[in-house]
């Protein structure tokens, strides 16, 4: 596709069940990074994949989170037991091989736990 | 560690006034310094790049290592400057991910 595509858009959970988030690159960008936006804070590194490199998960803030990536396509960001503070919007991007060049964003999932 | 700070949270400037959002870093190596621009409804956009010494929509923003500094400048605001604008930064290989600084939301009055 054009840009970078999220799914879904928007998504209520209730706490303790496991989320799971989309996010499918720009066709070509070999690498790809998901932040986190929780309401009036910045962008918060979550993990990063590179080609075939094993992903920096150095940002993922505990062992409920985790992320996959097939090759050089999608990419999905699993949150199991969800709680309250995991409300946020997480926000998917790609680049080229080096980032230098900048990001490309997706629009988000704001993901709500009630 | 890397670290961007952008210690405003709000500016607000009349149009035609004078433009400048603040962004400082820590980084003991070489950076690489974006902003970032987040438009009502729209998604998060690179604005510019300091390595590309461009102007995007009037503003430029220039690396001041001394100051370790790389505040987003623009002569004459628009109404259609207010967003929300990032400071970025990442090591020049660009192997690591971008650090983003908490934004300033700039509004500009009529």
Redesign the interface.
């Known amino acids: 596709g054009a840009g970078v595509s999220q799914s879904p858009s928007n998504k209520v959970t209730e706490k303790g069940k496991d989320v799971e988030l989309r996010c499918d690159p720009i066709s070509g960008h070999t690498a790809l990074y998901w932040y986190r936006q929780r309401l009036g804070q910045g962008l918060e590194f979550l993990i990063y994949f590179q080609g075939n490199s094993a992903p920096d998960k150095s940002g993922l803030p505990s062992d409920r989170f985790s992320a996959e990536r097939t090759g050089e396509s999608v990419s999905t960001l699993t949150i199991q037991r969800t709680q309250q503070e995991d409300s946020a919007v997480y926000l998917c991007a790609s680049s080229l091989a080096r980032g230098n060049y900048g990001y490309t964003f997706g629009s988000g999932t704001r993901l709500t736990v009630v | 560690a890397q670290r961007v700070t952008q210690p405003e949270k709000l500016l607000s400037v009349f149009k035609g006034a004078p433009v400048e959002l603040k962004c400082n870093y820590s980084y003991s190596g070489s950076p690489?310094l974006?902003w970032y621009v987040q438009y009502s409804r729209q998604?998060?956009?690179?604005l510019l790049?300091h390595?590309s010494r461009e102007s995007i929509k009037g503003f430029t923003a220039d690396l001041n290592k001394g100051e370790t500094s790389f505040h987003l400048k623009k002569p004459f605001a628009q109404e259609e400057d207010s967003a929300m604008y990032?400071c970025a930064l990442?090591a020049?290989?660009?192997?690591?991910?971008?650090?983003?600084?908490?934004?300033t939301r700039l509004s500009v009055i009529a």
């Open positions: 690489e974006f998604r998060l956009q690179l790049r390595i990032y990442s020049i290989s660009g192997n690591t991910p971008l650090v983003f600084g908490k934004g």
